[in-house]
């Protein structure tokens, strides 16, 4: 199975800042990476696939870079909105693997 | 809009069985393939299984095969998920999630719509 590392596990940051969440992939997937962010009691909400694309309707202060197997999330201007847990996945192959979650806190 | 409307969790003993459900609409539920993943309390997100359009192709996680058993019925847009000899490690919000794709495989995929979970408890 490949395995995802996410870093840092928690993330204290304020409004306005500019965030980076990074994401490993035990061995190379390409660019079969999505980033999802998940608030909780909610269901995990897609933000970025194919490691760099904006799902519809995501503000463009997300984005999403790398390849192989080193993966940025990266929230330009961090809004009061965006307090959340966020998790890469990869899906290069079965069984699909979840990073273990940034929390991105005040 | 897509909607997909999970169903059936509850508080249950370990060693019994439990079926859950996903009600889908706004979409054509018999050109996509759909996955169970799970949240234990707490944790992070784990895939469990998916099943293709068709319901001809399964794959399941290591930690579920031969215990859980996914099927769906494309005359009632729903699908489910058949657990068996639950576990206490079993105890999770189980979403169902929907492929961004039609497609006659079952690819790895990213999920692009997900239910609102529902939960279940294995305790003694």
């Known amino acids: 199975d490949i395995q995802m590392t996410q870093s840092p596990s928690t993330l204290s940051a304020s409004v306005g800042d500019r965030v980076t969440i990074t994401c490993r992939a035990s061995?190379?997937?390409?660019?079969?990476l999505a980033w999802y962010q998940q608030k909780p009691g909610k269901a995990p909400k897609l933000l970025i696939y194919?490691?760099?694309s904006l799902e519809g309707g995501v503000p463009s202060r997300f984005s999403g870079s790398g390849s192989g197997t080193e993966f940025t999330l990266t929230i330009s201007s961090l809004q009061p909105d965006d307090f959340a847990t966020y998790y890469c996945?990869?899906?290069?192959?079965?069984?699909?693997?979840f990073g273990q979650g940034t929390k991105v806190e005040i | 809009q897509v909607q997909l409307v999970e169903s059936g969790g509850g508080v249950v003993q370990p060693g019994r069985s439990l079926r859950l459900s996903c009600a889908a609409s706004g979409f054509g539920f018999d050109y996509y393939a759909i996955h169970w993943v799970r949240q234990a309390p707490g944790k992070g997100l784990e895939w469990v299984a998916v099943?293709?359009?068709?319901?001809?192709?399964?794959y399941y996680a290591d930690f579920v095969k031969g215990r859980f058993t996914i099927s769906r019925d494309n005359s009632k847009n729903t699908l489910y998920l058949e657990m068996n000899s639950l576990r206490v490690e079993d105890t999770a919000v189980y979403y169902c999630?929907?492929?961004?794709?039609?497609?006659?495989?079952?690819?790895?995929?990213?999920?692009?719509?997900w239910g609102q979970g529902t939960l279940v408890t294995v305790s003694s």
């Open positions: 996945q990869q899906y290069n192959s079965y069984p699909v693997t």
């Open positions: 194919k490691a760099a």
């Open positions: 999630a929907r492929d961004p794709h039609t497609s006659t495989t079952v690819d790895a995929e990213f999920f692009q719509h």
């Open positions: 099943i293709s359009f068709d319901g001809r192709n399964k």
């Open positions: 061995q190379s997937i390409s660019r079969w």
